[in-house]
Each structure stands twice: as structure tokens, then as C-alpha cells.
């Protein structure tokens, strides 16, 4: 217990020292029109419109061997009359990315294979209040506190239009953990006025402004439900689509042109892109939809080709 105080205390003066020279973005809220307003940070493709998080190493968590601990990101918010009350609260969101979709509160990005993936055993995440106002917690299941939101802000006066910091991110765990990005998706709520849109905070551990990009897209695109037929996830239906579900035919397991859901990439698959795809005037020409005589031409050509393939592999290692 000694040793976690003592962690505690070097963290949080960290932490205070670095608001002095770190330019960590907040997220920025504006209140107007009965509606909670986000704007600032990072757009990344997925389901939250706003993505917070830091590549600066200046505003990364201060870790410990079963802890880490930040304040980013921070709020700036106007627009709400002082003591009207802010709350964050945490959303659980499906994992498209995974079979089944099941529920996410925790999520982490993989450097190693660029993939969101499970959450070390025993980690979760607490918001904490800065202001005593309590705290949230969850880990990659759903919520472990009896509370499903904290109070964020009062506010009081001076707390508008200025960057503060309401809570402590604290990821915890059974022991060490393994590089990468942290997410959850939450929004802001406040009583008498619309909730924020959600939006998607990433603790971020070791990666550059490339790295801490490709985790926002990996974890706000796996939790967005895909439209038919969009195999390279990029919220259209068009050739690109194509493309991948000819690269992909044949394979089994999660992929993403397996439009139906049945585990294998095959012919139901390329008729599931066939039925939603609507090319724009003038692109009909660019892309030949293929008859069904020529889909199955191809679809054998493609079985051909991989029993030709496989046996030339087989010969050459005898």
C-alpha cells in the first residue's frame, strides 16, 4: 500500500509539472442550443466523431509496473451556466472487428499486428475526479462500479473557457503492461441539455503521431457496424470493395469480406457486394459488374488457381 501512495504522489507531481510546457489538447466543449457540442482532437474513420489522444511523449501516461496514470485529456468548456453540473459517462460499443460483435468498455490496439485485440487479464480503467466528485470504472466487459458516470465539473465560473484537467485516467492491472494504445468511447452529459455525440479517448503508450493514428482508426472503425458489401471498411460500397473480396475469396475466419457472416469468403459474399453497390453516374463504365456466367468463371478460376498454387508448393518441397 506504501508503495502505491508513493507512486501516487510522484505521478500527480509529474503530471502537474508537465501542464507548464506540454501542449496537450483538450477536448472542447461548447454548450448552445441545448446540446453539448464537441470539437478539437483528432477525426479518425469510425463510429465517434472525435478522437483525443496524445503522440507527444510529453503527454503520455506516467507509468508504473501495474499502473499507469494521466490527466489528458483535459476540457475546455463554455457555454454552461456555473454549477449546472458536467458528467462524463463511459458507452460499451460492439466489436465488429470480432465474432459475434461482442461488447467493448476497454479497448486496446496491438502495434505488433495492428489490430485491436484483447486487454490484458485483470486490467481496467478508473476515471477518477480531480474534485473529489467521485470516480467510474470498467474494463474491457462492461462497468465494475455501482455508478455508470462521474461528475466532471461543477463548474464553477473560472473553470469556463479555460484548459482544465477534471480527472485522473488510471489504467490498472494484475502486472505489466504491453505497449500500445488504450481506448473507450464516452460522452458528456449535462442535466437539461442534450448529451455530447460519443467520442473516443486513447491513453497512449510509446507510439508516434502514425501509430497513435492507426489505433484511433482501428478502434473507432471496429466500432461501427459495417454497411453490406463495404469490405475495405472506408464507408462507401465500390470497386475497392471488389478488390478485397477477390483477394480474400477462399479464406475462413473473421475477414472482411465474409459479407454474410457465415465464415467463409465465397460467391454469397460477392452477391451481398453486387446488391448494395450504386455507382455514381458516369463510374458504371469504370467498373464491369460481372454477369453470373462470368462470376462463376471467375469464382472457378479462383479455386483453380489455388489447387494449382497448393500443388506447385507441394512438389517443389518433396
Not at 479497448?107 to 466528485?133: C, K
Request: charged share 15%; glycine share 12%; net charge negative.
Amino acid at each position: 500500500m506504501t508503495a502505491r501512495w508513493i507512486f501516487f504522489g510522484v505521478a500527480l507531481v509529474a503530471l502537474s509539472a508537465r501542464h507548464g510546457g506540454a501542449h496537450c489538447t483538450p477536448i472542447e466543449m461548447l454548450v448552445v442550443d441545448e446540446q453539448v457540442t464537441l470539437s478539437g482532437g483528432l477525426v479518425a474513420p469510425g463510429l465517434a466523431g472525435r478522437v483525443y489522444g496524445e503522440s507527444d511523449p510529453e503527454c503520455q501516461p506516467f507509468p508504473g509496473d501495474a499502473v499507469w496514470l494521466s490527466d489528458i485529456p483535459g476540457v475546455d468548456l463554455t457555454g454552461l451556466a456555473p454549477g449546472a453540473g458536467l458528467f462524463y459517462e463511459p458507452l460499451a460499443m460492439p466489436d465488429y472487428s470480432q465474432p459475434g460483435a461482442p461488447q467493448r468498455m476497454l479497448w486496446h490496439w496491438d502495434p505488433l499486428d495492428q489490430q485491436v485485440d484483447d486487454n490484458p487479464e485483470g486490467a481496467s480503467l478508473r476515471v477518477l475526479s480531480t474534485r473529489l466528485f467521485g470516480d467510474v470504472t470498467f474494463d474491457q466487459h462492461g462497468l465494475l462500479s455501482e455508478s455508470g458516470q462521474v461528475q466532471a465539473l461543477e463548474p464553477l465560473a473560472s473553470d469556463l473557457g479555460r484548459h482544465v484537467h477534471p480527472f485522473y485516467y488510471v489504467l490498472a492491472g494484475a502486472g505489466e503492461f504491453p505497449s500500445g494504445v488504450y481506448g473507450w468511447f464516452g460522452r458528456f452529459t449535462s442535466p437539461g441539455v442534450a448529451p455530447s455525440e460519443p467520442l473516443l479517448m486513447l491513453m497512449n503508450f510509446d507510439q508516434d503521431a502514425g501509430g497513435l493514428l492507426a489505433a484511433a482508426a482501428a478502434i473507432n472503425t471496429a466500432a461501427l457496424a459495417p454497411l453490406p458489401g463495404d469490405y475495405n471498411r472506408d464507408g462507401a460500397v465500390d470497386a475497392e470493395d471488389l478488390a478485397k473480396w477477390r483477394a480474400d475469396f477462399g479464406l475462413t475466419g473473421v475477414q472482411g469480406a465474409d459479407g454474410n457472416g457465415d465464415g467463409v469468403v465465397d460467391a454469397a459474399d460477392y452477391t451481398v457486394w453486387r446488391d448494395h453497390w450504386a455507382p455514381a453516374a458516369g463510374q458504371a463504365a469504370a467498373v464491369a459488374t460481372p454477369e453470373p456466367t462470368s462470376l462463376l468463371l471467375l469464382v472457378a478460376g479462383m479455386l483453380v488457381a489455388g489447387l494449382v498454387g497448393r500443388g506447385g508448393a507441394s512438389t517443389t518441397t518433396r
